[in-house]
């Protein structure tokens, strides 16, 4: 084994795509997705392990994949089954936790057969993280896949400094209630010295769920554990890497690709755009009805305005997701039929991954970003639009259920449910005069520069406590 790490992040997924190279070679690329983008830059400039699940990367049947470099740090893959796959990922994470966290937008699943899987799963990264870690290391776990992680890590290596992170929101009790082994997964987040949160009020559902379902006594945000430890809990909302998407904004090859894009639209006077993973909490669907019935009511027309949606594909094998597609994909047909011209389709909808250069682009050459989540922890790509408009132009349309509302609050707000208000706040964003649109765009970008991904590294670790924030 090679020199362990004083600092390990754990998440379920290591921060690459396997790619084959037009020659038959293997690539290793980072992939896309809001914890890779705001990951990276910590973990690289601190030369550290991240521990992960390689996804569907690997050859059925293959060994399990060695631990390799990748840029200055080490990934060490953790192999999944199929069966486990199935069972813990695309069962309890995403067909139970992701839902109910969102507010259960789509109803939640439960089958006690995820449960069992979730439980292995999560001791199998404690096990690798317990290999890659020096004495005394700090280990920053990631998110609702690895929520037991904490407490069983804790057990192994109680020498160990642990910090939880939780990407996505954290639900009141009235919601957390209604989760099969509720109790469990409390006990396994608070092996965590600190658990942080996008939002404080995910933080405080967090204290009172310890109090009343564990008895635990609290006092302001620092919970008493069973075994007497003092475990805080705070909200550190994430940001971006906000030099990276301002240099690329203004490179001369994102522009010039910006000025192609509004041309090969037709140069339109208000050029729309969507960004998310196909998910059915992002709020897409009312997105499209929005736009459907302003153009039906001829306060939008094509071809002056015209929308772009992109949309990642993502947990295909997933119930709600492949209905979501389809509705999604009836929508746009049904949109291009009615308000389309030959030639002239009223929305461009992209279901493709795309090049950081290329998203900069689709960035600044929108007018209105529309950034609608029925309940998001954070919202990456409010952030990135915002970063991306070194012009101080473009209005961001953004919905109060988005963490990132907490702190964007010179957005358009909107609250997606009130298919009358998004209109309303979607209009007022593409006739908002240009000082308005700068002076609200010019107080955001502020805001961001002195909240960037670094920034949230440092503070959620010097919250920990450990020697890892005083590293550049
Ligand atoms: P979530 O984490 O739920 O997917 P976020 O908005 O927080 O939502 O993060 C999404 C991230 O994925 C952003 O960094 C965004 O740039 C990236 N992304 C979204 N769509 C694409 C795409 N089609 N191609 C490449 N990256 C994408
Ligand atoms: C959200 C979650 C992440 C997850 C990402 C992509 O950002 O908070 O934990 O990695 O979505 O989803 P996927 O299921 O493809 O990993």
Known sequence: MSARSSFVVVANRLPVDRVTGPNGSVIWRRSPGGLVTAMQPVLSSQRGTWVGWLGNATQHGAPPPEPFQLDDFRLRPVPLTQEEITRYYEGFSNSSLWPLYHDAVEPATFKRRWWEAYRRVNHRFAEATSEEAAPGATVWVQDYQLQLMPSILREMRPDLRIGFFLHIPFPPFELFMQLPRRAEILRGLLGADLVGFQRPLGARNFINLSKHLLELHTHSNTIQAEDGRRVMADAFPISIDVSE?????????????????????????????????????????????????????????????????????????????????????????????????????????????????????????????????????????????????????????????????????????????????????????????????????????????????????????????????DRP
């Open 245 to 469: 998407m301002e240099h690329l904004a203004e490179s001369p090859e994102v522009q010039t690709r910006a000025k192609q894009i509004r041309a090969e639209l037709g140069d339109p006077r208000v050029l729309l755009l969507g960004v998310d993973r196909l998910d059915y909490t992002k709020g897409i669907e009312r997105r499209f009805k929005a736009f459907r019935e302003l153009l039906a009511e001829g306060r939008l027309t094509v071809p002056e305005t015209v929308m772009v949606q992109v949309a990642t594909p993502s947990r295909e094998r997933v119930e709600h997701y492949p209905a979501l597609r389809s509705k999604v994909e009836r929508e746009v047909g049904r949109i291009n039929g009615e308000y389309g011209r030959v030639g002239v389709p009223a929305v461009h909808y992209l279901h493709q991954s795309y090049s950081r250069t290329e998203l900069a682009a689709l960035y600044c050459a929108a007018d209105v970003m529309m950034v609608t989540p029925l309940r998001d922890g954070m919202n990456l790509v409010a952030k990135e639009y915002v970063a991306a408009r070194v012009d101080d132009r473009g209005a961001l349309v953004l919905s109060e259920f988005a963490g990132a509302a907490d702190e964007l609050r010179q957005a358009f707000t909107c609250n997606p449910h009130d298919l009358d208000g998004l209109k309303q706040t979607l209009l007022h964003a593409v006739r908002a005069e240009e000082p308005e649109v700068r002076r609200r765009m010019r107080m955001m970008r502020r805001y961001l520069r002195a909240h960037d991904v670094n920034r949230w590294a440092i503070s959620f670790l010097t919250a920990l406590g450990s020697p890892e924030s």
